[in-house]
């Protein structure tokens, strides 16, 4: 995919991309699809509705995984979760 102007990138770990995968949330096809591996780590690129959707649906499972006491696959989420807001706040229009 060639990169885009407005596009936004993520890094995620192997463990990251494995749990977004398996959850397969109505919005991560596109974001999933550029994943390329980098020195360090995995490269996710998007435009900011996205990211912005793909946060939503990460925080939201994060609070889910906290409350059904799912303590590793809550801090994959909750980190994926802060990497995706860290980027949409850094590039705010």
Request: proline letters at 4%; one cysteine or more; a neutral charge.
């Amino acid at each position: 995919m060639p990169a885009r102007r407005d596009a936004l990138s993520i890094l995620v770990s192997g463990a990251e991309l494995a749990l977004l995968k398996k959850l397969d949330f109505p919005c991560s096809e596109r974001v999933l699809a550029t994943a390329q591996p980098t020195d360090e780590g995995i490269e996710l690129t998007g435009s900011r509705a996205d990211f912005a959707s793909l946060a939503g649906w990460v925080a939201g499972e994060a609070n889910d995984a906290r409350r059904s006491r799912r303590p590793r696959q809550t801090e994959i989420l909750y980190s994926i979760a802060g990497q995706l807001e860290d980027v949409l706040t850094s590039y705010r229009r």
